[in-house]
């Protein structure tokens, strides 16, 4: 029973789990019928054999069936310790998705016994989608099909795709401790959403957002989106093709379905901030996104809700996740559907040509407060707020700021402090109680 208990025990404590088993347990001195209950509620939330792309790094253990892809041959390496060791890896599949099931030490001679083409029932500790630690397996009867035009091999491979943007470069720390950078490409490939991860930054010199490149020698990673490393003989050049992302429509989407979507922002509400039960810190940014079809309320996680964004922006969502909605939007008076998407770290946000900062240069005067917040500095005026480019402020301070507006920034080319008289204080804490109320 323990180890159907490893599948659920990020969702349910051990005590409920033995109540919810013993509930339904039928014969409760035969050890075969306490399994059958404990398989039971496993598979009541979903746990027991999942797809692979329902496989999660949350639960202790993950068990589902799948058909080997590929196997590699096992591999002797020495440890920061000095001491030898084996690894071996083998791709998977289903009609879902792909993973790499990684065996370590002794239990790598036990690939040796298997072939491509067989199908496997695997118990494993699911780190990624690309390092899935065995546990324990077993050949099995159970018919698993592939998925049409899934990965077949680990080889590296080439691809062409419209770059869409490129990150700053990300800090990383390597197994050994020590610091590198990394930088990652958003692009939309012939299959649609890709990411690369450029594990030496200088292969990305030269690259930018809005062209068409080949990408040549890069490695297939596992994931939940079409995902790809560098190596060492990976290559850019660019490419004379012509590729047109997709978008869904906001009145098809369905829960549990990964897409791309372009509308307006109807609202858009602060960055929040909350610690996680690992006490880590996380952000997130809520608003509502509509098209011509139809509005849904958006969730953006960590970096993504440290874009800065305004009413009425033009914006487009890639590699997003619909879910059903499970709590009231903040932001929406009036609900008008039960489903909201989920932009996290395999998304990748772009503001329209519109509202990217281009256009006319229109000379401005305003007072107000500074705020500094982790999306950016903001002059919060009374019915209005600006971002504040080119001058250091202190925060909390009130301003006059001047300066050369450009979309929603401010470009300061003088600011100076503003006493206010308690008058002026009342009266805009008044008004930010009227906002806020109507949240």
């Not at 058909?67 to 879902?96: H, Q, Y």
């Not at 083409?117 to 990624?128: T, Y």
């Not at 200088?202 to 490695?219: K, M, Q, S």
């Not at 509005?295 to 996740?321: Q, R």
């Amino acid at each position: 029973m323990r180890a159907y208990y490893a599948l659920v025990d990020d969702i349910l404590e051990w005590d409920e789990f033995e109540e919810a088993v013993y509930s339904i347990n039928a014969c409760p001195d035969s050890e075969e019928s306490e399994n059958n209950a404990a398989a039971a509620i496993a598979e009541r939330y979903g746990r027991l054999h999942p797809k692979i792309s329902k496989l999660s790094p949350k639960p202790t253990l993950n068990s589902f069936f799948c058909r080997v892809i590929e196997k590699e041959p096992v591999r002797e390496f020495i440890r920061d310790d000095k001491s030898p060791g084996l690894v071996a890896r083998i791709l998977v599949g289903d009609e879902t998705g792909e993973a790499i099931l990684v065996f370590w030490d002794e239990k790598a001679y036990a690939t040796e016994e298997i072939n491509c083409g067989d199908l496997l029932e695997v118990a494993g500790r699911v780190k990624s989608l690309s390092n899935v630690i065995v546990v324990d397996l077993r050949k099995t009867e159970n018919r698993v099909t592939l998925r049409e035009g899934g990965i077949r091999s680990l080889n590296p491979c080439s691809l062409t795709l419209l770059i869409i943007d490129i990150s700053e470069n990300e800090e990383y720390k390597r197994k050994d401790g020590s610091s590198a950078f990394r930088k990652i490409i958003f692009g939309y490939g012939k299959k649609g959403f890709l990411k690369i991860t450029v594990w030496n930054p200088g292969l990305a010199e030269g690259l930018a957002p809005g062209i068409t490149v080949n990408a040549g020698f890069v490695i297939p990673r596992p994931s939940y989106s079409e995902e790809y490393n560098t190596g060492e003989k990976t290559c850019f050049e660019t490419a004379d093709e012509v590729i047109r992302p997709e978008y869904s429509k906001i009145s098809d989407l369905n829960p549990g379905e990964r897409c791309s979507i372009s509308g307006t922002l109807e609202d858009v509400g602060p960055v929040l901030g909350y610690f996680r039960e690992d006490g880590d810190l996380l952000w997130l940014k809520k608003g509502t996104l509509y098209d011509d079809t139809g509005k849904i309320p958006f969730v953006l996680w960590g970096k993504n809700a440290k874009t800065p964004l305004f009413k009425g922006d033009g914006i487009t969502i890639f590699n997003c996740l619909v879910k059903k909605s499970d709590l009231k939007n903040d932001f929406i008076n009036n609900p008008v559907s039960v489903s909201e998407v989920h932009a996290g770290y395999n998304s990748c946000i772009k503001l329209s040509e519109r509202d990217s900062g281009e256009g006319e240069d229109i000379f401005i005067s305003r007072t107000g407060v500074v705020a500094k917040l982790c999306d950016g500095t903001y002059l919060l005026c009374e019915d209005e707020r600006f971002l504040l480019a080119g001058a250091d402020i202190k925060p909390g301070s009130a301003a006059e700021v001047s300066g050369v507006l450009k979309k929603h920034t401010i470009y300061v080319e003088s600011f100076s402090p503003v006493v206010c008289d308690i008058k002026s204080l009342n009266t805009r804490i008044s008004l930010l109680k009227q906002r806020f109320s109507k949240k």
